[in-house]
């Protein structure tokens, strides 16, 4: 019912997921489903936040979710390990579950 686009600040990214909004909205128009915002999943790149601002701004969205570039995703992948189960109270578990309240609050209601 809602697509989410993830993306960095990272020029290709940021072009990627105009595309995306672009076509979420095309397929908007014929009932399918609607961009429920952008999740930042930062690549630590000059300006970020404001780069996916400008982008939320030009797609009429806003940033959702900032994950934060965070070594214990790639350490739990070095220990084969998922990050909630390796590191459960790191920033970016902390983020994910924001992020995912904040799915479960704003998503479509069906009726």
Do not use: W
């Amino acid at each position: 019912d809602q697509v989410y686009i993830v993306t960095s600040g990272e020029n290709m990214a940021i072009y990627a997921a105009a595309n995306i909004a672009t076509a979420v909205e095309n397929f908007r128009q014929r009932g399918y489903a609607s961009l429920g915002g952008v999740i930042l999943n930062r690549r630590n790149v000059e300006n970020e936040r404001e780069k996916v601002q400008v982008l939320c701004n030009d797609i009429h969205t806003v940033i959702v979710g900032d994950l934060p570039r965070d070594t214990h995703v790639s350490e739990a992948e070095v220990n084969k390990k998922p990050v909630f189960e390796a590191y459960p109270d790191c920033d970016y578990c902390h983020e994910i579950r924001n992020l995912a309240q904040y799915m479960i609050e704003h998503g479509v209601k069906h009726e």
